[in-house]
């Protein structure tokens, strides 16, 4: 089945330390997000990528990092610098970064940072 | 700034309600416009999208949207929901050759049956 994957579904973290949250897709899709979800606030953008090795900075990149050596895999940190880390993580798909394709969720991580 | 607005934060309805989901946004040029359904403990999905042509367009689960250029919106319509249709419903915008998509805040819809 083509999809996307994230893992893990729930990640607990001191706080002080990095974590990386782990995206896959097989949908062979050019493109890739990552979203912050908090209750009330709809999707963020954190950041997103165009094509393998690049990326571009979102809404709200300040805290996070992110990697794009592979298509299938984009990978985000989330690095000490980020003040408010608990959240649900969203990774999304497209075939191209035109804002007119249609993005393909994962099943999100929810981060809890203590 | 680009923005998108969900009036309604939460609606409660009884099966077979009619419901209509409020979205509108902020660019006066052309604009793809989508609704994303999220099911609790499910993937968020696409409900529908409007690119061009017909303003009437039918989604998944019977769904339709209509859009209203002068209105600058978007609005989501079910003549009869099902209990089945709670769900959180975002309403999204990509305006001119943004690469993004602005997100509205969501609205959370339960249905009792």
């Known amino acids: 089945d083509g999809g996307i994957t994230q893992s893990p579904k729930y990640l607990f973290r001191k706080e002080g330390q990095n974590v990386t949250l782990s995206c896959e897709q097989n949908?062979?899709?050019?493109?890739m997000y990552w979203y912050r979800q908090d209750p009330g606030q709809g999707l963020r953008l954190i950041y997103y990528?165009?094509?393998?090795?690049?990326?571009q900075k979102g809404d709200i990149a300040e805290g996070y990092s992110v990697s794009r050596e592979k298509k299938e895999s984009f990978p985000l940190t989330v690095t000490s610098a980020q003040k408010n880390p608990t959240a649900f993580y969203l990774c999304a798909s497209s075939i191209s970064a035109g804002g007119y394709h249609e993005q393909y969720f994962g099943p999100g991580t929810r981060l809890t940072v203590t | 700034a680009q923005s998108v607005s969900q009036h309604n934060h939460h609606v409660i309805l009884s099966e077979a309600a009619s419901l209509e989901l409020g979205c509108n946004y902020s660019?006066?040029?052309?604009?793809?416009l989508f609704w994303y359904v999220q099911y609790p403990g499910q993937h968020l999905q696409l409900l529908l999208k409007?690119?061009?042509?017909d303003p009437l367009v039918k989604g998944i689960k019977g769904f339709e949207a209509e859009f209203i250029k002068s209105k600058f919106s978007f609005n989501l319509r079910k003549p009869s929901v099902q209990w089945s249709d709670t769900a959180e419903y975002f309403c999204?915008?990509?305006?001119?050759?943004?690469?993004?998509?602005?997100w509205g805040l969501g609205t959370s819809l339960a249905v009792n049956p």
């Open positions: 999204a915008v990509n305006a001119g050759n943004n690469r993004k998509l602005i």
């Open positions: 949908l062979n899709h050019d493109a």
């Open positions: 660019y006066g040029g052309t604009v793809n």
């Open positions: 409007y690119f061009s042509g």
């Open positions: 990528s165009q094509i393998v090795n690049d990326f």
